[in-house]
């Protein structure tokens, strides 16, 4: 019966998986945002305005935020080209090479010794891919709108969907699969609170530490998205805290490129750091301690706790099913397996009681 | 065709009240309602059927909440019923039991069978939570008017203890 069921489920999973990721989006989002829309809700009595307030903020958050990093990138871009043309790039990228190979031991440095021509050659496929990558954001924008209306659809209507599957439960299993979906939802939406505020302490603590680079001459702008950024990619368990440093190193890059100063720092006046990318690799390491070892115990405690091995587990089953989407949900629904795990062996234990 | 279109158009203005809505106002638990908050409630409870014999919960298992009597009978007993059954009560239409289970997460200390064919409504933790993050006022009402009913089963006691002592 199993061995059918996951041959029918592979059959048919290329037509559902992009309905079934829908879904499970929507039903995360829906986690996160239910406590604000039942606490409006009790103010004013009224669930449909409740879900219509929360939407609405949510989307003007987005919305503003978006918008303004666009603008600011936008105009980050023209500075830069305003300042530094063809041939400085050209030369300020051979110069990079040349430190590099020369910081690097004598076999490894023979490939890098073209840095400026392999960088051309990546932005020339980068152009080339745009099409691509044009249709790529059309499927996100879709999926987006799509995961949207389940979201509102499943705010909208939660607690009666809720009472409608509890109906589906004979009458000796109701109470139990009733504990079971009140068991899975507090452990779901304090595990995704707990992310959250973690994911919203690293944005706050990433600032904090790129100020503080900027006093020592890091030279850094938009420190408030770089910050943002960090945090959402901290959702992402092992890989994410790598991704959110990407946009600060292109910063600092952007930022430095043609300064002689920058391009000859050393961290602690030893390391050698050009455009104080070290440092910033290093600032975010700090973070990343900080929030692991004090700020999510503290906020998320150990309840969830699901093993390292098994998050990366989940991590590769995750990415492999659905790409970097898949790993962004794989640590939340292994959590709700090991909840449902929990529960149905407790069942089975004490199913003479029922 | 004119009457169905205005009975459309005015649906709910002439509404009765529900069977689940009837059978709530005659529990004391919900004393002081008013009809909006009869029908915000009604959406919270789970009607469930049992037949004859069928066990509503059993003995140690575990609790999640109370159950009101809307048609037919529940007993109340502990033991088994090969082995010494007790009955404890006899409850018909209107009754509640196990609602101890919505304060503590002890099990059930004792067995709910119905006698007749009979429809329930379930009221359990999870929708008390619920309620309290959505309408505390009409949480705490309840709260209350819980704490009433068992302060009272609890004089009750303490009336048969004494008497139990005197004789």
């Known amino acids: 019966m199993g061995l059918l069921f996951v041959g029918f489920l592979s059959l048919v999973w290329p037509y559902i998986s992009n309905v079934v990721l829908i879904l499970v989006f929507a039903f995360l989002f829906t986690t996160v945002l239910l406590k604000s829309v039942d606490s409006i809700e009790r103010r004013i009595n009224n669930r449909g305005l409740s879900v219509l307030i929360v939407t609405v903020g949510l989307l003007a958050g987005i919305?503003?935020?978006?918008?303004?990093?666009?603008?600011e990138i936008s105009q980050q871009a023209t500075d830069f080209s305003n300042r530094i043309d063809q041939d400085t790039l050209t030369a300020e990228f051979s110069k990079l090479g040349a430190k590099i190979s020369a910081t690097l031991p004598?076999?490894?440095a023979t490939g890098s010794g073209d840095f400026s021509a392999a960088l051309s050659g990546f932005i020339q496929i980068v152009i080339e891919n745009l099409a691509a990558l044009a249709g790529v954001i059309g499927n996100f924008v879709l999926n987006a709108a799509m995961i949207l209306i389940f979201t509102i659809i499943l705010l909208a209507e939660y607690h009666h969907f809720k009472k409608?599957?509890?109906g589906f439960f004979s009458n000796k299993y109701f109470e139990v699969g009733l504990g079971l979906i009140y068991n899975i939802e507090k452990s779901v939406s304090s595990y995704l609170r707990g992310q959250?505020?973690?994911a919203a302490s690293v944005a706050v603590m990433s600032l904090v530490g790129l100020t503080i680079l900027n006093f020592t001459g890091a030279n850094l702008t938009l420190t408030v998205f770089i910050g943002i950024i960090a945090g959402l990619a901290n959702l992402i368990p092992l890989v994410g805290p790598f991704v959110g440093m990407?946009?600060?190193?292109?910063i600092a890059f952007m930022n430095n490129i043609g300064n002689d100063v920058a391009m000859a720092h050393q961290l602690f006046g030893v390391v050698p750091s050009p455009f104080y990318v070290l440092d910033i690799v290093v600032m975010f390491i700090i973070v990343q301690q900080i929030e692991g070892n004090l700020i999510t115990p503290t906020l998320v405690g150990k309840s969830v706790g699901i093993h390292p091995m098994m998050v990366m587990i989940s991590l590769i089953i995750?990415?492999?099913?659905?790409?970097p989407l898949g790993m962004l949900f794989a640590v939340p629904a292994t959590g709700i397996l090991k909840v449902i795990i929990h529960e149905i062996m407790f069942v089975r234990r004490n199913a003479h009681l029922l | 065709m004119k009457n169905a279109l205005w009975n459309n158009i005015f649906q709910g203005w002439n509404s009765q009240e529900s069977e689940t809505v009837l059978t709530l106002k005659q529990v004391p638990i919900f004393k002081g309602f008013t009809d909006k908050e009869f029908q915000d409630l009604e959406k919270l409870f789970h009607r469930r059927a049992y037949d004859a014999g069928e066990f509503v919960f059993k003995n140690r298992a575990p609790g999640e909440g109370m159950y009101i009597i809307m048609k037919g009978a529940v007993k109340i007993t502990i033991g088994t019923r090969e082995n010494n059954e007790q009955i404890l009560a006899e409850l018909s239409e209107g009754s509640f039991f196990g609602e101890l289970a919505l304060f503590d997460d002890d099990p059930r200390s004792a067995n709910a069978i119905a006698t007749v064919q009979s429809d329930l409504l379930g009221f359990f933790t999870a929708d008390l939570m619920t309620l309290n993050d959505r309408n505390p006022q009409m949480g705490n009402k309840i709260l209350l008017n819980l704490g009433g009913v068992l302060g009272e089963r609890l004089r009750g006691t303490n009336q048969l203890l004494l008497e139990s002592q005197s004789n």
């Open chain 1, 164 to 166: 409608v599957l509890v």
């Open chain 1, 246 to 250: 990407i946009p600060a190193i292109l």
């Open chain 1, 63 to 71: 919305g503003l935020f978006i918008g303004s990093f666009i603008s």
């Open chain 1, 106 to 108: 004598e076999g490894m």
């Open chain 1, 318 to 323: 995750g990415g492999t099913l659905m790409g």
């Open chain 1, 196 to 198: 959250f505020l973690a």
